[in-house]
C-alpha cells in the first residue's frame, strides 16, 4: 500500500536542479558547491543551501515556519522544531513505518521525504488523529489493544486510516495483505488486525 | 478493617475484567512522549560513532576535524590509546550538533588509527572455534545412580537397552543469536538544572539507574532525576545507564545545552545487547512408548567476547531423564556482548531440546502429543498435571486429534504440506519489591504513586485496577504516576516481576488508606471501622448496605490534609503474600510448508497459559499474542548474520534485518489458564513464559509437515530447502 513519493517533489523547488549531474546520494550530504551548482546557476534557477532556508510547512491544518537545510528531512522538522513527536524515528530507510505521515492524501516516510519537497503539500501527522474527539482508528486501537510498548502505534495508526480511506470496505484478507509496510516488535499484529476489521465494521 | 486478600475467586469488581489500558488513546494519537520525544529547548543531537573493525587495538581517535564541521558543537574520543576493542560497533567517539546532518558530517570528519587483530565470529562452528583457540568448557552435569562407577559404560549399556526395546536417535539442532531490536533505540535526553541532572532515560529500571550516572559522573545519586513515562521496547536490555548516556550527559554539561543521544539503527543492534547463540549434538534414548531413559548432549554457543552460553540447567528443558550427561562448551567470539532476552536461557533450551523429544515420536511414527504426555512425569516442576490439563485444553482448540498423522505422511496440495507440533515451558516470575505511595484527597481524588515502568504490560492499568478494586471506585478514577526516579522504589521489570511487585505494594497501600478512612466514616455511621467496606463508589456497612456515605461525602470528613499511605513488599519478607511463582503453558501450532520455495506459513497457533490470578484479560491476552508473535519471528524470520571474513554484522538494519509483517501471522488463539487453583495462587509474571515455546513448537510442526527436520532456527526458505536435500 506504501506509495513512496520522495525525491519527486512537485514543490517547484530548485533542488532538484541542485541534484542534477551528480548523484542523489551523495549531494544529499554534499556541501560543496560543485560543477551542479554551476549548471544550475547557468539556468537562472534560484538556489537552497547548504545553509538553512526558511520555509512554511502545512501540518495538520495549519502554516508553520521553519528553517530547513536541503538535506532535513521531514521527520526531522516535524520532531526537532515543530514538536510534533508522533512520528517515530526508527529506520533511516523507511522500512519501518513507524514515521509514517499523510502527504496530499498519500501515506509515505517522514523519514525518507526531505522537508523542502513538502512546500506547499498538505502534511497531516498522526497528532491530528488526536484531540479530545480522537479519530476512529485511535479508539479502535485502544479497543482492540492494539499497542504494547506503543512506539510503533502512531505509525501503524496513521497507515490504517490512510489505508481504509482507499479500500472502506477491506476484508481481513486485503488488510493481511496491505499493511506489511509497518513493522512491530512486541508483536501487536494480531490485534491491529482486530483494529482496523472494527473500524470498517463501524462504517469507516 | 478491611484485610488485604485478595478477592474469592467470582467476587472481585474490577479485578479479571478487561478496561482499555489508560494510556491507549494516548499511545495511539502520538501525544506519549517517549525519551526519544522529549525535545528541550536549546537541544543538542548526538550520535556515536562505531567502531568498523572486529577487534583492533586503537591507536588514535582524532575528534578535532568533526569540530570543524559547522553545526558540530561538541565531541569526544570515547576511547584511549591503547585499548583493546573486542567487536564491530562497540563505541569508540561520540559527537553532538544543532541537526542530525551536522552530527552525521561530524562523525564522518572523525580521523582513526586502529590496528587491525586477529578475530573470530562463527559461534556454529565448533570445530573452527577450537581451533581458533576460542572455547573453553563451560560445566559438565551428570546424574546417574550412586552406585555407577564407569559413567561411559553405563550411558553405553542404557542406550543399548534402548535400541534393542525403543528407540535412539542422534542429533543436532541449534538457534542463531537474535538480537532485542528495541524500535527506540537506547538513548536519553540529559538536562543539567544547576549541579542536578534530570535524564530522560529509556529504561526498564527507572528506580536503580541514578547511582549509575552520578558516580561515573561525580555528582550525588540524590542530584540524578530518571524520567521514563514511556519506553519503545527493552526486552531485558535496558537495565543500565549505559555508557553512551553517561557521556551525553557529561557533554550536556559541557556545552550548557540539554543532549538528546539516541543510537543509531546499525550501533543499537551491533553494541547494545542480543541472545546467545545454542547449538547442540544430542543422543537421546527412550522405551517403546517414548518415554525418555537416558539424555547425552554437548551444548555450545556464544554470548560476545565473554563467551558464556546457554545454561545447562535448561537442558533438556522442562523434562528431566532419569540419567542425563550435558556438557557445554563456551565460545568466545568478536562480536556485541549479550544481554538478557526476554526468559534467558529458555527458549534457546527450548528449541534445543524439546525438537529431539518429537524426534522420538517421528523415529517411533507415534503421535508427538503422547511422547509429551508420556514424559510429564519427569518435569522439573510441580506443574506435571497442570501441564497434562492445559494439553488437553490445547488439543481441543488445535482440534489435533483429527488433524494429526504422522511425520512426513501428511497429504501433499501444489507441494504445499502441513503439519503440528507443539512444545510446553515454565517459568518463575515472583514479585520484585516494590513501594508505592496511595494518596486520598478531600475532593474524592485518589492517587497512585510508584518508581515503576511501563514496558507494555500496562503496569499503568494493573495498579488503577488495584487500587479500584481495594476503593470500591471506577478504575478511571484513580489517577496513576509512575516513571520516575523520585517516587516510591520498586524494582526493575524484568524476568516477569513487575505486575506481581506492583500490585503487592499498591494493594497494601490502598488498602492502609481505606482502613485510615473508614476510621473517619465509622462515627459519622455510628458503627466500627471494622463493621465497614468500600463497594460501588460508597463506604457502606457490612451486610446493611443502605447504611452507607457517597466516597466523595467519605472523604469530605478528611478537613484539609489527604490521607497518604504506604504499600511496601519485600520478596521474602512480606506475609500474606499476594503473589507467587511457577507458571506453565502448552503451545501448538499448525503450520503449512511449500516443498517447492522452502516457505513456512503459520496456520494456527494455540497458547495455553497459566499466570495465577489474572488482573486485566485483554493486557494479559496482548501479552500472549505479542510473545507468539515474537516466537514466530526467532523461529522463522530472524537472526543476526555475521561474516566470518570480515567479522562484520551484515544485516544490522530493518530492512536486511528480516522480521514478521502483519500479514505473516496467522490465528492466534489463547486460552487463559485460570482454574481456582490458580486463582488462589495470587498475580504470577506473564511477561517471558509465552516467548518460550514457540521455537520449539514451530519446529516441531515443520518437522511434522516434511518428515525431516530443519535443525537450526529460523527456519529460513534456505534452510527448509537444505532440509530437503534441495540446497
Sequence with gaps: MKDHDQGRGRSGFSRREFLKGSSAAAAATALSVGPAVARAEEKGTKLVGPGATSLTLNVNGKDHQVQVEPRMTLLEVLRYQLKLTGAKPVATDGSCGAATVIVDGKPISAATTLALDCKGKKIQTVESLGGPEPDQVVKAFAKADAQQCGFCTPGFVVAVRAFLDKHPNATKEEIRQGLNGNLCRCGTYYDVIEAALECVKGGS | ?727
Design chain 2, 1 to 727: 478493617m478491611a484485610n488485604i486478600d485478595w478477592p474469592k475467586q467470582g467476587t472481585a469488581s474490577v479485578l479479571g475484567t478487561s478496561p482499555d489500558r489508560l494510556d491507549a488513546i494516548a499511545k495511539a494519537s502520538g501525544a506519549a512522549k517517549y525519551t526519544y520525544d522529549i525535545v528541550p529547548d536549546k537541544m543538542l543531537l548526538a550520535r556515536v560513532l562505531g567502531c568498523p573493525l572486529a577487534h583492533c587495538k586503537v591507536k588514535s581517535i582524532d575528534v578535532a576535524p568533526a569540530l570543524k564541521v559547522p553545526g558540530v558543537v561538541a565531541a569526544e574520543p570515547m576511547k584511549n590509546a591503547g585499548d583493546e576493542v573486542l567487536w564491530e560497533g562497540d563505541i569508540l567517539a561520540i559527537v553532538a550538533g544543532e541537526t542530525e546532518g551536522a552530527v552525521a558530517e561530524g562523525l564522518k570528519a572523525i580521523k582513526l588509527d586502529l590496528e587491525p587483530l586477529e578475530f573470530y565470529v562463527d559461534d556454529a562452528n565448533l570445530e573452527a572455534a577450537e581451533k581458533a583457540d576460542r572455547t573453553r568448557p563451560a560445566g559438565r552435569n551428570v546424574r546417574t545412580p550412586d552406585d555407577v562407577d564407569d559413567e561411559d559404560e553405563y550411558f553405553e549399556k542404557l542406550f543399548k537397552e534402548c535400541e534393542r526395546d525403543g528407540v535412539v536417535i542422534e542429533a543436532e539442532y541449534g538457534v542463531n543469536v537474535i538480537t532485542h531490536m528495541c524500535l527506540e533505540p537506547h538513548g536519553s535526553t540529559c538536562v543539567w538544572e544547576g549541579d542536578k541532572l534530570i535524564v530522560y532515560h529509556s529504561t526498564q529500571n527507572v528506580s536503580g539507574t541514578a547511582p549509575q550516572f552520578a558516580s561515573p559522573l561525580g555528582v550525588a545519586a540524590s542530584d540524578v532525576t530518571v524520567i521514563c513515562d514511556y519506553i519503545g521496547g527493552g526486552f531485558g536490555s535496558k537495565f543500565q545507564a549505559d555508557e553512551w548516556s553517561v557521556a551525553a550527559a557529561r557533554l550536556a554539561k559541557s556545552t550548557g545545552r540539554p543532549v538528546k543521544l539516541m543510537l543509531d539503527r546499525a550501533t543499537e543492534l551491533k553494541t547494545a545487547g542480543n541472545r546467545p547463540s545454542g547449538f547442540i549434538k544430542v543422543k537421546v534414548g527412550a522405551d517403546k512408548n517414548g518415554v525418555v531413559k537416558v539424555w547425552d548432549s554437548h551444548h555450545w554457543g556464544t554470548n560476545g567476547p565473554a563467551g558464556a552460553p546457554v545454561s545447562q540447567a535448561v537442558i533438556p528443558y522442562v523434562f528431566d531423564p532419569p540419567n542425563r550427561r550435558r556438557v557445554v562448551t563456551s565460545i568466545s567470539t568478536n562480536t556485541g556482548p549479550a544481554r538478557a532476552w526476554r526468559a534467558p536461557n529458555h527458549p534457546q533450551g527450548c528449541a534445543m531440546s524439546q525438537t529431539a523429544y518429537d524426534d522420538i515420536a517421528r523415529a517411533l511414527g507415534i503421535d508427538s502429543y503422547d511422547v509429551f504426555l508420556r514424559n510429564l512425569p519427569s518435569v522439573t516442576n510441580d506443574k506435571a498435571e497442570v501441564y497434562a490439563d492445559q494439553m488437553k485444553i490445547a488439543a481441543k482448540l488445535m482440534d489435533w486429534k483429527a488433524k494429526w498423522h504422522p511425520h512426513g505422511k501428511g497429504p501433499e496440495r501444489d507441494g504445499v504440506v502441513s503439519g503440528l507440533g507443539m512444545a510446553i515451558h515454565t517459568w518463575g516470575g515472583a514479585a520484585h519489591n516494590s513501594s508505592c505511595t496511595i494518596k486520598v484527597h478531600p475532593d474524592g481524588g485518589v492517587e497512585a504513586i510508584l518508581g515503576s515502568q511501563d514496558l507494555g504490560t500496562g503496569t499503568r492499568t494493573v495498579i488503577a485496577m488495584v487500587v479500584a478494586e481495594t476503593l470500591g471506585l471506577p478504575v478511571d478514577a484513580v489517577k496513576v504516576s509512575i516513571g520516575s526516579s523520585k517516587y516510591p522504589a520498586s524494582g526493575p521489570s524484568g524476568g516477569s516481576t513487575t505486575v506481581g511487585g506492583v500490585s503487592e505494594s499498591t494493594r497494601r497501600g490502598a488498602t492502609a488508606a481505606l482502613n485510615m478512612l473508614l476510621a473517619k466514616v465509622a462515627p459519622k455511621l455510628g458503627v466500627d471501622a471494622d463493621q465497614l467496606q468500600a463497594k460501588n463508589g460508597r463506604i457502606e456497612v457490612i451486610g446493611n448496605p443502605s447504611k452507607s456515605v457517597s466516597w466523595k461525602e467519605a472523604c469530605s470528613l478528611l478537613g484539609m490534609n489527604p490521607i497518604e499511605a504506604q504499600g511496601n513488599f519485600q520478596r521474602g519478607q512480606s506475609e500474606n503474600s499476594l503473589s507467587s511463582s511457577g507458571a506453565a503453558g502448552v503451545q501448538m501450532a499448525e503450520v503449512e510448508v511449500d516443498r517447492e520455495t522452502g516457505v513456512v506459513r503459520i496456520k494456527k497457533f494455540v497458547a495455553v497459559q497459566d499466570m495465577g490470578l489474572i488482573i486485566n484479560r485483554k493486557l494479559a491476552t496482548s501479552q500472549i499474542h505479542g510473545s507468539v508473535i515474537m516466537g514466530i519471528a526467532y523461529a522463522l524470520f530472524e537472526e543476526r548474520i555475521m561474516d566470518n571474513k570480515t567479522g562484520k554484522f551484515l544485516n544490522a538494519e530493518l530492512s536486511d534485518y528480516k522480521l514478521p509483517r502483519l500479514g505473516d501471522v496467522g490465528e492466534v488463539v489463547v486460552e487463559l489458564y485460570e482454574p481456582e487453583s490458580e486463582y488462589n495462587r495470587g498475580v504470577v509474571g506473564l511477561g517471558e513464559p509465552p516467548v518460550i515455546a514457540p521455537g520449539a513448537a514451530i519446529s516441531n510442526a515443520v518437522c511434522n509437515a516434511l518428515g525431516v527436520r530443519v535443525p537450526v532456527l529460523p527456519l529460513t526458505p534456505a534452510r527448509v530447502l537444505a532440509a530437503l536435500g534441495k540446497g
